[in-house]
């Protein structure tokens, strides 16, 4: 049975920083994209972040950021390829939201999707508030 749990959300006054981490188990996601989501109160979820798969066999490097958290937000991966990060800093208000972590619903994929259809497996979402 496939399990996506995320964590590292909280309160944080606007300028701070957090640390999410979703850890996937039940099976190998080393060839599977993995990304972030969020999704603030009376609005769609959105991409926030995403990473290629690497095959388990290099780092993890390819990613892809929405424009508003470009400079700010930084993915990564562990090298087994279930684990992944998102680092945020300069925190803004705007910013709050669920998050969620997600997985391609494809392997191989060349290009990481942008769009929530494309990954099957989701977190339950952890919340991230940011005060002005």
């Known amino acids: 049975q496939v399990q996506l749990v995320e964590s590292g959300g909280g309160l944080v006054e606007a300028g701070g920083s957090l640390r999410l981490s979703c850890a996937a188990s039940?099976?190998?996601?080393?060839?599977?994209?993995m990304a972030w989501f969020r999704q603030a109160p009376g609005k769609e979820r959105e991409f926030v972040a995403g990473?290629?798969?690497?095959?388990?066999?290099?780092?993890?490097?390819?990613?892809e950021y929405t424009d508003s958290v470009k400079g700010r937000f930084t993915i990564s991966r562990d090298n087994a390829g279930n684990t992944v990060y998102l680092q945020m800093n300069s925190l803004k208000p705007e910013d709050t939201a669920a998050y969620y972590c997600?997985?391609?619903?494809?392997?191989?994929?060349?290009?990481?999707?942008?769009?929530?259809?494309?990954?099957?497996?989701w977190g339950q979402g952890t919340q991230v508030t940011v005060s002005s």
């Open positions: 990473i290629k798969w690497s095959g388990g066999s290099a780092e993890y490097t390819d990613a």
């Open positions: 039940g099976r190998t996601f080393s060839s599977r994209n």
């Open positions: 997600a997985v391609d619903g494809s392997q191989l994929r060349s290009r990481i999707p942008t769009i929530a259809a494309a990954y099957d497996y």
